[in-house]
């Protein structure tokens, strides 16, 4: 044991000794985890080697020898020197749209037509009972054969089960006969608005634009009840293989939630749930009057918001022009009289308010109606999710008025490679400034936007301290300046993340009385070099003490 650490806990021994609460003979725990470094993420970043569990909540945290002395373990785990942190947590993701998105095949970044084929057979091998065969974000200007697929193929493989895959840019979508069948398309469909593709000789090709895709799109069934479980369980095990034990779900309805309270009442959702609800009449009607609900692994205690669109689009409402685009300036998604008017029903309400504002406008407008809302309420937690491009001006808005900002480090790196081209360089600095939010209110909240990005939180990680990209681009980081320090991004995405759902007491950190969630990663995320950091593999999940996920 090194002397610092051992230093550090004999005042704590001291102090159970004198309480008498713990006698010389161990305690008993349920869990006892030792041979770690444990990152406690505390208010001091303290390291650990060790700690009990009980209950499904930490009972003690300090050294090998400390731990082991005062409590005997029911379940006892030697993590042989690998390394432990509170259990990751996604700020903003969008769990249930992911889940039910599992059902189509991923064919983004697909080489070849034959690629594609290939994993439609594969996704068909696992989910054959489906009604329908969907996958989505195929491009043929990633092909070496960039022209537009055909059905014939899909004709051949799967004749008996409609198939519909959208196009990468959501505006077109190839379909095989079984589809058109059931959407009643033939040659002679008319069509205003979109296209309904023929060849030369007259015959349809599968490939449907803009209104003709909705002829087809509107023939898929919702998920049944049984799907719909099925696919968040599945969302649920691969949120935990990467050490995901909380997620923020931003815009949900009750039905969603009341589904997904049913699954954890019956023990099958173990992952902690923060949800964000959707500004409809229904879901104010039903939650306004009975107030944020806080329960062990569910939150409902927040709307969802949205003033402007993304930038790619060029939908980010902004102060001046597009510097592509001399003549738009994006826009806002309602009038700046309703978001006021939602605001103040929300302030008078014990409710967060979390708008979504990407351009500076959006973010100015948001701002400026949440400080008139809050007047002077300092710790209501409203949150602009993304924060993505924020004047100089409005930058210290966040700590005056105590707004969260709510960023996906991963945009950052997604976005660098055109992002200057919408904004123009100057304009660009005061894009993803991370490091310049922290300083603004003294946090930020970390999430993926899962499934924009992917879900896996180390991404996030290395994205926020290195700034770069899976390949290491660019050299030294995109705006190195706004990257977050190690200790800070792991914040971001424990405590801090927990802070910004009212958690942080329950949650978030390895410490006494704290839920028992944490990971156990096979690499020192605050020591290792950063192109290391996207591979680090998670070996355990644990939630509440209880281990639900083992890399095998
Ligand atoms: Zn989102």
Known sequence: MNLTLRLRYLPLLGLGSLLGCQSTASTSADLVVYNATVYTVDSTFTQAQAFAVQNGKFVAV??????????????????????????????????????????????????????????????????????????????????????????????????????????????????????????????????????????????????????????????????????????????????????????????????????????????????????????????????????????DRLTVASFKVYADGALGSRGACLVEPYADRPKETGFLLSTEKEFRALAKELAASKFQMNTHAIGDSANRIILNIYGDALQGQKDRRWRIEHAQIVTPADMPKFGQFGIVPSVQPTHATSDMYWAGERLGAKRLKTAYAYEELRKQYGQVALGSDFPVEDINPLYGFHSAVARQDAKNYPTGGFQPENALSRPDALRGMTTWAAHAAFEEKQKGRIQPGMAADFVVLDKDLLKAPASELRGAKVQQTWIAGEQVYKQK
Not at 155 to 165: E, G, M, Q, R
Not at 234 to 239: G, H, I, L, V
Request: with cysteine; glycine share 8%; aromatic share 8%.
């Open 62 to 295: 300090g050294s090998n020898e400390d731990i082991r002395r005062r409590y005997k373990g029911q379940q006892e785990v030697d993590a042989q020197g690998q390394f432990i942190y509170p259990g990751f947590y996604d700020a903003h993701c969008h769990f249930y749209r992911y889940a039910l998105g599992l059902r189509d095949a991923n064919l983004v970044g697909t080489a070849s037509w034959p690629e594609v084929v290939a994993k439609l057979a594969t996704q068909r091998q696992q989910y054959p009972q489906a009604a329908w065969l969907t996958g989505r974000g195929w491009d043929q200007n990633d092909w070496l054969t960039k022209q537009f697929p055909t059905k014939d193929t899909l004709d051949k493989l799967f004749p008996d089960v409609p198939v519909f895959l959208t196009r990468v840019d959501g505006h077109a979508a190839l379909v095989n006969q079984k589809a058109l069948d059931l959407a009643g398309i033939t040659a002679s469909t008319p069509i205003s608005g979109g296209t309904i593709t023929r060849d030369a000789q007259g015959k349809l090709t599968g490939l449907l634009v803009d209104n003709a895709v909705r002829l087809v799109s509107a023939k898929i069934p919702e998920p049944t009840p049984t799907e719909a479980d099925a696919a968040l369980l599945q969302a649920q095990q691969n949120c935990i293989a990467v050490g995901l034990t909380s997620l923020a779900d931003a815009g949900l309805n009750k039905a969603d939630i009341d589904r997904m309270e049913s699954l954890q009442k019956q023990g099958k959702l173990k992952v902690r749930l923060y949800t964000m609800l959707n500004p409809t009449a229904a879901n104010k009607a039903y939650y306004l009057p009975k107030g944020p609900i806080f329960n």
